[in-house]
């Protein structure tokens, strides 16, 4: 297996949007759904074979987990030239790469919402509900009276959108022609005085 599915758009990072500190301990219940989701059982990968399929080495995200982030994408990006797999294995080494709390709040997100969906109206769990009916239950989320599950659905949102438009594949549908010294203009380097360092 390869670790991610690359792309020539270079390392993407994490939205900025969302901080170091975490996004999911700031609302008001985060605690709660994080003690949540450890109740939740992590599945077993028989049960969720999308990374093996996709031939994605996982950093940081379980097989369920990255399950859910491919579905979500999949999901919302209909139309978009980037396959649903090349995002998941994004968000997965990205989170790898930026770590906790970041990493622990996304996970906690992705578990909440494989097995949340009866809060939906949906007896499925998400990653077995087809992509119409998916982007609808994310839409309960997306307008939910508690903040928990419009942060939830902010970060998944901002994760996939990131790491979507992030790749040269939508470069077409944006009108980027890409960073100057790709086009030809030279960049050159300035030396920097940051003053005495101490």
């Given at each position: 297996m390869r670790p991610g599915l690359k792309s020539d758009a270079g390392p993407a990072q994490i939205p900025p949007t969302l901080d170091r500190r975490g996004f999911l301990r700031a609302t008001a219940g985060g605690a709660t759904a994080a003690a949540l989701a450890s109740l939740v059982p992590a599945g077993c990968a028989a049960d969720y074979?999308?990374?093996?399929a996709d031939d994605v080495a996982l950093q940081a995200l379980t097989p369920k987990e990255y399950a859910v982030a491919r579905a979500a994408a999949e999901a919302l990006l209909v139309g978009v030239p980037v396959p649903a797999a090349r995002v998941a294995a994004a968000i997965d080494a990205n989170l790898a790469a930026v770590g906790d709390p970041i990493r622990a709040d996304m996970k906690t997100v992705l578990?909440?919402?494989?097995?949340?969906?009866?809060?939906g109206g949906r007896l499925r769990r998400f990653t077995a509900l087809d992509p119409e009916a998916r982007l609808a239950y994310l839409g309960t989320w997306a307008r939910s009276r508690f903040a928990l599950r419009r942060a939830a659905f902010q970060a998944v949102r901002a994760f996939v959108y990131f790491f979507t438009y992030s790749d040269d594949a939508t470069r077409p549908l944006t009108g980027f022609e890409g960073p100057w010294p790709e086009r030809g203009v030279p960049i050159p380097p300035y030396p920097v005085d940051f003053g005495e360092v101490r």
């Amino acid at each position: 297996m390869r670790p991610g599915l690359k792309s020539d758009a270079g390392p993407a990072q994490i939205p900025p949007t969302l901080d170091r500190r975490g996004f999911l301990r700031a609302t008001a219940g985060g605690a709660t759904a994080a003690a949540l989701a450890s109740l939740v059982p992590a599945g077993c990968a028989a049960d969720y074979p999308q990374a093996g399929a996709d031939d994605v080495a996982l950093q940081a995200l379980t097989p369920k987990e990255y399950a859910v982030a491919r579905a979500a994408a999949e999901a919302l990006l209909v139309g978009v030239p980037v396959p649903a797999a090349r995002v998941a294995a994004a968000i997965d080494a990205n989170l790898a790469a930026v770590g906790d709390p970041i990493r622990a709040d996304m996970k906690t997100v992705l578990s909440l919402l494989e097995h949340l969906t009866l809060l939906g109206g949906r007896l499925r769990r998400f990653t077995a509900l087809d992509p119409e009916a998916r982007l609808a239950y994310l839409g309960t989320w997306a307008r939910s009276r508690f903040a928990l599950r419009r942060a939830a659905f902010q970060a998944v949102r901002a994760f996939v959108y990131f790491f979507t438009y992030s790749d040269d594949a939508t470069r077409p549908l944006t009108g980027f022609e890409g960073p100057w010294p790709e086009r030809g203009v030279p960049i050159p380097p300035y030396p920097v005085d940051f003053g005495e360092v101490r």
